[in-house]
């Protein structure tokens, strides 16, 4: 949703200026005949008795500029604040652009005809049709990493309110076996593929990935203070820098009243991932990149567990095609998954390379399907994983005040100044303008430099998106569950055993559990060396493996498929999954890679996290 029309706010601004000119005039001269009777601004002014004229003055046209809007609800809370919240406020209102503001807010509530898409034409590559193309991209991708040709931007500014915590959303811990949490699990990612790049370096020490991490003023502290407490997670602190995107106010859906969330504070939300290219800008960290002679830059979210930073075979394929924008995509799940699909937006005679938001695209679009296929036509979904060469990058930093607004209605909480409380709505009571950060493709110097990267979903899609619940998508049950069932196809791929203990509720249901477990444990003593020397006690094995099993070793039941058949029991069902529940550390392997020498033929009893120092299984 486009909210910029630059001529009229020219004009109106123009015209708001000369009001507020005439009043600032008005109000000096005032000053010597009496008060401006007007209640709102009377509740300000006897509030400031030692304010010099001047000082009064400017915070008359501070006022205006909110009053003439509707908006003088601001200063309400003004009176009861001390002179650091007064202060603060101002800051905070100064930063504002309330006219912008209004004008986008009466754009977003007029109905507005669907934009005119269709299916994406442009190039596709699909790595997995190809062996010997994934590995001559990766190849490259690994070179460009060894020279330092490759930096990383992760997109953190959200906190994990749907998630019922109010850290940011890289501190949350999913539940996986290893209790990392996501920006952990990204780290040691990034400090492997470094370890990968540094192979092909001439000097290995020197192999640099700069990990650049986008927060907003909620985050960027306890974000801050969370890699310095984990000492960088092993990466070296130069290559770990953060910078803060910009924030706007909250409008009341309803009214569009700015909304405050204290006497003294306007309920500011993050500027939207879109609001990259300006922080890059004004944090000077293009700057930076550019000093360090960065030529590809990889941007992706954080509320992914399977994330690839800096994956080498998708930069590969960026370079080696010679394209400027590269999209990873996967197949939608249904019509109706919250993702954005990538498409051809027509304007005119243009047709841009561009991705539509779930929020708008009508559900009708959105269920299109091929006539001959079934499949659906719009069914590339963008997964907030984008690959762009460093000179794009500063294309749209020198462009990005021609970034489109769009809105999102959330849940906002509100500052009610009849009952001094902070009221947190249970439905969704609040506009929030943001930017996107793929709403830049089509600034591409051709059409055909911008293509999609296609993955497989469970290889490198687990979203941590919304609370815990019984068949909610997108949480952080759903997100261990997929990422444990690539772990666990990985290991069974290398030659690994793995066992899982059968939950006690199974048994209870199960009249044949004993003669099971009886042939689970024969099977066990004739496959698995490792595990028939634990059952006899052999003084090799560490004795609290040895307590942790004891009788639950006659209840082991292999797995040998990594994919786990739905139970019509749900109880059971989240049972056996969690007690199935795998993990790899990501500095044994980044990608699967090498795993054959470090697990096959050994056992492992889930849940476990294969890492680096106990690669020996049982």
Same mark, same amino acid.
């Given at each position: ?32 005949? =009496?008060p401006?009777?007007?209640? &709102? ?9 030692k ?26 809370? $003004? ?71 490759i ?16 850290? %940011? ?7 996986? %076996?290893?209790?990392?949490s ?9 400090? /492997? ?22 927060t ?15 000492n960088?997670? =092993? ?25 405050m &969330? ?19 800008? &004004?944090?000077?960290?293009i ?24 994956? %080498? ?8 095609n ?15 998954? /919250? ?41 590339m ?32 909480? $509100? ?6 409380e902070?009221?947190q ?23 055909s ?5 296609v ?79 634990l ?18 070793a006659s ?13 019509? &029991? ?15 550390s ?5 990608? =699967? ?26």
């Amino acid at each position: 949703m486009d909210g910029s029309n630059k001529a009229g706010d020219a004009a109106s601004s123009a015209d708001l200026n000369k009001q507020l000119a005439r009043l600032f005039v008005t109000y000096t001269q005032w000053l010597s005949t =009496g008060p401006i009777d007007d209640p &709102d601004w009377l509740r300000v002014e006897t509030s400031e008795p030692k304010l010099s004229a001047t000082e009064k003055a400017q915070l008359f046209k501070l006022f205006t500029r909110f009053k003439l809007h509707n908006q003088a609800h601001v200063f309400k809370g $003004w009176p009861q604040l001390d002179p650091h919240q007064r202060q603060r406020l101002t800051e905070q209102l100064n930063e504002i652009d309330v006219q912008s503001l209004v004008n986008k807010y009466n754009i977003f509530t007029k109905p507005r005809p669907e934009e005119e898409i269709e299916p994406f034409s442009g190039s596709v590559f699909d790595p997995s049709t190809d062996t010997k193309q994934r590995k001559a991209w990766r190849a490259e991708g690994l070179r460009l990493l060894a020279d330092g040709k490759i930096a990383v931007i992760l997109l953190a500014g959200g906190q994990g309110t749907r998630l019922g915590s109010s850290r %940011p959303k890289g501190m949350y811990d999913i539940g996986l %076996p290893s209790k990392k949490s996501l920006f952990h699990v990204m780290a040691e990612r990034l400090v /492997r593929l470094r370890k990968l790049a540094s192979a092909l370096a001439l000097d290995p020490s020197s192999v640099s990935i700069p990990w650049y991490i986008m927060t907003s003023e909620s985050t960027m502290k306890p974000t801050a203070e969370f890699f310095k407490e984990h000492n960088y997670f =092993g990466l070296p602190e130069t290559d770990v820098i953060f910078f803060e995107q910009g924030q706007l106010p909250a409008l009341e859906m309803k009214t569009g009243a700015i909304i405050m &969330d204290s006497p003294g504070s306007v309920a500011m939300s993050p500027n939207g991932n879109g609001g990259l290219y300006a922080a890059l800008r &004004d944090s000077k960290v293009i700057d930076d990149m550019r000093r360090r002679g960065i030529q590809y830059v990889h941007v992706h979210g954080v509320d992914n567990v399977l994330v690839k930073p800096g994956d %080498p075979t998708m930069m590969g394929c960026l370079a080696t095609n010679q394209l400027e924008v590269l999209n990873k995509c996967i197949e939608k799940r249904d019509a109706s998954e /919250r993702t954005g699909v990538m498409c051809i937006r027509k304007q005119g005679d243009h047709r841009l390379a561009s991705i539509v938001e779930y929020s708008e695209l009508s559900p009708s679009r959105a269920s299109q399907r091929h006539p001959h296929t079934n499949e659906l036509l719009y069914n590339m979904a963008n997964i907030a994983n984008h690959a762009f060469t460093f000179d794009f990058v500063e294309r749209c930093v020198a462009r990005c005040e021609e970034l489109p607004w769009h809105v999102a209605k959330k849940k906002v909480a $509100w500052y009610d100044f009849k009952t001094k409380e902070l009221i947190q709505p249970k439905t969704e009571n609040a506009f929030k303008q943001e930017m996107f950060v793929f709403d830049v493709f089509h600034w591409a110097s051709d059409p055909s430099k911008v293509a999609v990267f296609v993955t497989q979903r469970w290889e490198e899609f687990a979203p941590v998106k919304n609370a815990d619940g019984f068949r909610v998508a997108d949480s952080p049950q759903t997100a261990r569950w997929i990422s444990s069932e690539l772990a666990r196809q990985r290991l069974l791929a290398a030659g690994a055993q793995l066992y899982r203990i059968k939950t006690k509720k199974e048994e209870q249901l199960n009249p044949k559990a004993a003669e099971e477990a009886e042939k689970a444990k024969k099977y066990l003593k004739r496959e698995s060396a490792e595990l028939n020397a634990l059952m006899k006690q052999d003084p090799a094995i560490p004795e609290d493996k040895l307590r942790e099993l004891g009788e639950a070793a006659s209840r082991l039941v292999p797995v040998v498929d990594s994919h786990l058949p739905s139970i019509d &029991d749900a109880e059971i069902d989240i049972e056996i999954r969690e007690s199935c529940l795998a993990e790899i550390s990501p500095l044994l392997a980044y990608d =699967g890679e090498g795993l054959e020498m470090a697990v096959s033929g050994k056992a492992f009893i889930l849940p476990c996290n294969v890492d680096v120092s106990d690669a020996n299984g049982i």
